[in-house]
């Protein structure tokens, strides 16, 4: 499970990357055909991910048309619409495009009809793809230490592994910046879980980008993740 052969340049990205509502532009046909080459390998384990060209965002939205969709088989757990989603943010970000996550900025109704959306199918979110307006600011997040209860130096004192994963899981994006998580780092593992927040509709999909973000930083570190279910989340040894 959240298998995905991951990308070097996914690392840079991660901390370059901030969410992009104003653009100059859609992307490219060079960028467009790598963006589709990379939706048929995310489109597994329950997930397929589509991009689209025309209208389907609401007014947050401004200078581009496109857009990834992440459709999911019911049943499939949340969180991998989120890991596979957030490697087309990371891919996209290190091609130089801008990207948004969208939950609520998106029309439902034209975006099913796209997709031609089945019964045993679902569509949380949409990913807003083009060529950015603004430099992205800078990431507001949660202190590591509240995050996982240790300093950066006690983390690096587990693992390096362990502190990259750490560190990447900390700037991962999620909706209304609600970081709806608290990560556990022992002896041999990371553990990404949930934390009690008063909206809850997206915590799920936005564990599982967490959960890439934890996976990049531990392979920039020379390991990789094997993800198991546990009590409140997804851990990982590597
Ligand atoms: C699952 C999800 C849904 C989101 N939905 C929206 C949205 O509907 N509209 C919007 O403007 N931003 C949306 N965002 C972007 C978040 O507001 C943004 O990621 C967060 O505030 C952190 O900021 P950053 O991405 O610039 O680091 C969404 C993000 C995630 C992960």
């Not at 002896?187 to 990049?216: N, Q």
Request: charge should be positive; aromatic fraction near 8%; proline fraction near 4%.
């Amino acid at each position: 499970m959240f298998e995905l052969k991951l990308e070097k340049n996914w690392y840079d990205a991660m901390y370059k990357r901030s969410s992009v509502r104003k653009y100059t532009a859609a992307p490219d046909k060079a960028q467009l055909d790598r963006l589709g080459v990379l939706c048929r390998k995310l489109s597994w384990q329950g997930v397929t991910v589509r991009m689209f060209k025309g209208p389907g965002f609401k007014s947050a939205i401004k200078g581009t048309d496109v857009y990834a969709v992440i459709v999911a088989k019911r049943g499939t757990p949340m969180e991998m619409e989120g890991f596979m989603g957030e490697a087309l943010v990371l891919e996209a970000t290190a091609m130089g495009l801008g990207t948004c996550w969208l939950g609520a900025g998106f029309y439902p109704d034209i975006i099913n009809k796209n997709v031609n959306l089945q019964n045993d199918e679902v569509v949380h979110c949409v990913i807003a793809l083009g060529k950015a307006e603004l430099p992205a600011p800078a990431h507001k997040r949660m202190p590591v230490e509240k995050l996982c209860g240790k300093t950066e130096e006690q983390l690096a004192s587990l693992g390096v592994w362990q502190k990259e994963a750490v560190l990447a899981a900390r700037i991962a994006p999620s909706a209304i910046n609600l970081q709806p998580w608290t990560i556990e780092a022992e002896g041999s593992g990371v553990a990404i879980l949930e934390r009690s927040t008063l909206i809850k509709k997206y915590a799920p999909l936005d564990r599982g980008i967490c959960m890439l973000h934890a996976a990049v930083g531990a392979y920039h570190a020379g390991r990789e993740a094997v993800w198991k279910k546990v009590e409140g989340g997804y851990a990982m040894r590597a």
